[in-house]
């Protein structure tokens, strides 16, 4: 079993910038490939952004390409997204996860946070 905790979400004005950071334990962390999704209410959840487990290798949505970098300290057990240039429609729950296949499907992922609201104010 692997325990993710996310933290770091909060309201920021458009433009601004958040980081999110998220804590594993458990099994060892550099053992997953680590992702970021998120939903809003009545809507599936969506890919963010994902990273294997050297950290060598990132992809992006291309809603987010450009302004948010995904990251992993893995001496640190943790996963971070530094959040640029924020925009309204970013607003969502944010949830770290991990998976022994990369890829951008929610499915693949067998262990999951509760999750960070993220608002962006107009």
């Known amino acids: 079993q692997v325990q993710l905790v996310e933290s770091g979400g909060g309201l920021v004005q458009a433009g601004g910038s958040l980081r999110l950071s998220c804590a594993a334990s458990?099994?060892?962390?550099?053992?997953?490939?680590m992702a970021w999704f998120r939903q809003t209410p009545g809507k599936e959840r969506e890919f963010v952004s994902r990273i294997n487990r050297s950290g060598g290798i990132t992809y992006y949505a291309d809603s987010v390409k450009g302004r948010f970098t995904i990251s992993r300290d893995n001496a640190k057990d943790t996963l971070y997204l530094q959040m640029n240039s924020l925009k309204p429609e970013d607003t969502a729950v944010h949830y770290c996860?991990?998976?022994?296949?990369?890829?951008?499907?929610?499915?693949?992922?067998?262990?999951w946070g509760r999750g960070t609201q993220v608002t962006v104010s107009s």
């Open positions: 996860a991990a998976a022994n296949i990369y890829g951008v499907r929610p499915d693949l992922y067998d262990y």
């Open positions: 458990g099994r060892t962390f550099s053992n997953y490939h």
